[in-house]
């Protein structure tokens, strides 16, 4: 989440808005949001029904949830998603700013 936190004023400028979904209780959300003080908003999902409804994979031999990365536009539309395999699987931030542009300009935002 530091690479989104370091970025995330240029998400801002592409009329994105970041939302971290966790399986983690609120309170455990509320200690981790402050003590790293993250601009952005973070959903707890203790009974995964968030998770679930977009398709994010758990994996036990992995440890818990893959990350995963969807873009849902204004309208409610998914418009793109990303299925990690391992932690280490996330796209990186410049390349969703990219992905963000191009459906900017693609819808008439920019």
């Known amino acids: 989440m530091a690479q989104l936190r370091h970025d995330y004023l240029k998400f801002v400028a592409q009329e994105a808005e970041?939302?971290?979904?966790?399986?983690?209780?609120?309170?455990?959300?509320?200690?981790?949001?402050?003590?790293?003080?993250l601009p952005?908003?973070?959903l707890p999902d203790p009974d995964h029904?968030?998770?679930?409804?977009?398709?994010?994979q758990v994996k036990l031999l992995k440890f818990g949830r893959m990350p995963a990365l969807i873009i849902v536009d204004k309208g409610g539309q998914i418009r793109y998603r990303h299925y990690g395999?391992?932690?280490?699987?996330?796209?990186?931030?410049?390349e969703i700013l990219i992905l963000l542009d191009a459906l900017n300009r693609e819808t008439g935002m920019v």
């Open 18 to 37: 970041i939302l971290v979904v966790g399986p983690e209780d609120q309170s455990a959300f509320q200690r981790y949001w402050d003590k790293e003080k």
């Open 85 to 94: 395999y391992s932690m280490r699987d996330i796209p990186p931030n410049d």
């Open 40 to 42: 952005f908003i973070g």
């Open 49 to 56: 029904k968030v998770s679930n409804l977009y398709g994010q």
